[in-house]
T-cell receptor
Framework: DTEVTQTPKHLVMGMTNKKSLKCEQH?????MYWYKQKAKKPPELMFVYSYEKLSINESVPSRFSPECPNSSLLNLHLHALQPEDSALYLC??????????????FGPGTRLTVT | RKEVEQDPGPFNVPEGATVAFNCTYSNSASQSFFWYRQDCRKEPKLLMS???SGNEDGRFTAQLNRASQYISLLIRDSKLSDSATYLC????????????FGAGTRLAVHP
């Protein structure tokens, strides 16, 4: 089973709203990732959590705030977003992260529209 | 120069055709290589990892040429369901499992 789930599937929010995206995996993976994908572009890495600790932040604006409550869950808290933040937000997980590379499995994504 | 380069296509082929995609990468310290496929408005799905010895999975064959820093994907007997964007993905050594994506090659298989 290589399933990563994400909720909600779609989200429309105003620029003053606060919302959260959720991601869950039950594969025992110890690394989880947030990506942003704009139309007709490849995914861009935002954050990496390894063993529930933030290991990579790709200079993402502070209006995006990740959280890893436990090894199965990953959240992305959104606040004061801009219309240009509208995109598909993808979560992924892998067995680990570090010197050995592992295949990453993606969730179905949350399609976010900021109005 | 982009870290991972692919021909964006689109490749328009009839059912049953054989089609090949190429990908080049710039970092000679690259460690791991993958092909993902992505359907319109869906998530990327891992198609196959690419090994130095080359590997095959049914109608799909992946090859790696480290000397030329080149990866390929061959699809035989194309099906309508193969229509998608194919993403070449590389992980650099010491890159903390960070996926470096190519821009993707679009394949359209027609009847």
């Amino acid at each position: 089973d290589t399933e990563v789930t994400q909720t909600p599937k779609h989200l429309v929010m105003g620029m003053t709203n606060k919302k959260s995206l959720k991601c869950e995996q039950h594969m025992g993976h110890r690394a989880m990732y947030w990506y942003k994908q704009k139309a007709k572009k490849p995914p861009e890495l935002m954050f990496v959590y390894s063993y529930e600790k933030l290991s990579i932040n790709e200079s993402v604006p502070s209006r995006f705030s990740p959280e890893c409550p436990n090894s199965s869950l990953l959240n992305l808290h959104l606040h004061a977003l801009q219309p240009e933040d509208s995109a598909l937000y993808l979560c992924a997980s892998s067995r680990g992260q570090g010197a050995t590379t592992y295949e990453q499995y993606f969730g179905p994504g949350t399609r976010l529209t900021v109005t | 120069r982009k870290e991972v380069e692919q021909d964006p296509g689109p490749f328009n082929v009839p059912e049953g055709a054989t089609v090949a995609f190429n990908c080049t990468y710039s970092n000679s310290a690259s460690q791991s290589f993958f092909w993902y496929r992505q359907d319109c408005r869906k998530e990327p799905k891992l198609l196959m990892s690419v090994y130095s010895s080359g590997n095959e999975d049914g109608r799909f064959t992946a090859q790696l040429n480290r000397a030329s820093q080149y990866i390929s994907l061959l699809i035989r007997d194309s099906k309508l369901s193969d229509s998608a964007t194919y993403l070449c993905v590389v992980i650099f050594s010491g890159g903390y499992n960070k996926l470096i994506f190519g821009a993707g090659t679009r394949l359209a298989v027609h009847p």
